[in-house]
């Protein structure tokens, strides 16, 4: 009796770890390789004109807002923030979060529009296509450059809040002609097997003529690093670095925006042992630290950082948001831009739209191209 059952327990095990490396094979076969370059397609692109081009005596506004694949409103956790979740809860509140980012979008009105973790058929927001939706409702050129793909993603560990399939992105929308936008490979990878599940980030490059010039508006939609132990960011960074300071030394107007995932300068002090002090505090030294922004290279080469700290553009999702007492929050300031020597900022505001529908709040940029 002893031995069957001891024989059917190792049956057991054995069955368990041999499906475990068959998932993990699959993950292998499917992953997501992107190139070191991808020529995105453009919807409703417009007709190669004048009139369709930035003009130098029009000011531009710009808008940045990570809309949390419409699945990380005020009444969400997040498992790799600290929280449960991995996923809402059904259908209708993703669809209701999302009709709510959409408001939050043509209210602006802005000209040109960066947004990050937009999903598209992914099981973790119910296959909501919000890439569609978002196309639609803006109806201007729109390109989507993808920076999360697999097919099963297995986690948080319980089985009703895995993410499961994952496509997502970052979408850049403009109501400029687009002479062309390029997927960009960032460096840094998570190791293996970690990385056969996780984000591969890029930066979206998008071309806009200006009119009556051979010059370009260069806008760049980032997502940077969130996870990782700061070293991704770093050379994210400096990969950044390469990439605008080479569009700004063709002659080009250069703007840098999305989520940074790291502190901007003006919301953080750096102590001689390295260690931080926060605008927004951080609480708990157990909760996620968005490092500091180093601000050297930028101030060294004269780029200008735009950004608007009156309200925080992020929240942790340790907890949903704690609307009573405001003080159980966790908020960082990681959302804005960077912008090139040859561009006036004309105004910079984080909306307070109460982490809403989002666990980001937008930032919208005003500039002005100099002569």
Not at 40 to 47: D, P, Y
Not at 254 to 271: L, R, S, W
Request: aromatic share 12%; hydrophobic share 40%; charged share 20%.
């Amino acid at each position: 009796m002893i031995k069957r059952l001891l024989k059917i327990l190792l049956i057991m095990f054995v069955s368990i770890i041999s499906l475990a490396v068959l998932f993990v094979l699959t993950l292998q076969v499917f992953e997501y390789r992107p190139k070191d370059e991808t020529d995105l397609s453009i919807e409703n692109n417009l007709e190669n004109i004048e009139a369709n081009h930035v003009n130098k005596d029009n000011s531009i506004k710009i808008m940045t807002f990570n809309i949390g694949y419409a699945s990380l409103s005020e009444t969400e956790d997040f498992v790799m923030d600290g929280g449960e979740k991995g996923r809402m809860d059904d259908k209708e509140s993703v669809e209701a979060n999302l009709l709510g980012i959409g408001n939050i979008i043509t209210s602006s009105e802005a000209n040109i529009y960066l947004l990050q973790e937009v999903d598209y058929k992914s099981s973790r927001s119910y296959n909501t296509l919000q890439f569609n939706y978002i196309s639609n409702l803006v109806n201007m050129p729109v390109t989507l450059g993808y920076n999360y793909r697999c097919i099963f993603v297995p986690f948080p560990f319980d089985l009703t809040q895995m993410m499961g399939t994952v496509n997502s992105g970052i979408v850049t929308a403009t109501d400029y002609y687009v002479e062309d936008a390029t997927r960009i490979q960032l460096p840094g990878e998570f190791s293996w097997p970690l990385r056969l599940a996780n984000l591969k980030r890029c930066a979206v490059i998008t071309r806009l003529p200006i009119s009556g010039s051979d010059q370009y508006l260069v806008i760049i939609n980032v997502h940077l690093s969130a996870y990782d132990d700061g070293t991704m960011r770093i050379q994210e960074i400096e990969a950044l670095q390469t990439m605008m300071q080479y569009e700004y030394d063709l002659g080009n107007y250069v703007v840098v925006g999305g989520d940074f995932n790291q502190t901007f300068p003006n919301a953080y002090t750096k102590n001689q042992d390295g260690t931080y002090e926060y605008l927004f505090e951080l609480k708990d030294p157990n909760y996620w630290q968005a490092f500091g922004l180093d601000d050297e290279w930028f101030v060294g080469n004269n780029w200008q950082f735009a950004n608007d700290v009156t309200n925080p553009t992020c929240r942790l999702l340790h907890q949903p948001l704690d609307t009573v007492n405001e003080e159980n929050n966790q908020y960082y300031a990681i959302d804005g831009f960077i912008v090139s020597a040859n561009i006036d900022i004309q105004s910079v505001t984080t909306r307070d739209e109460n982490f809403k529908y989002s666990d980001h709040n937008p930032v919208e940029l005003i500039i002005n191209l100099k002569p």
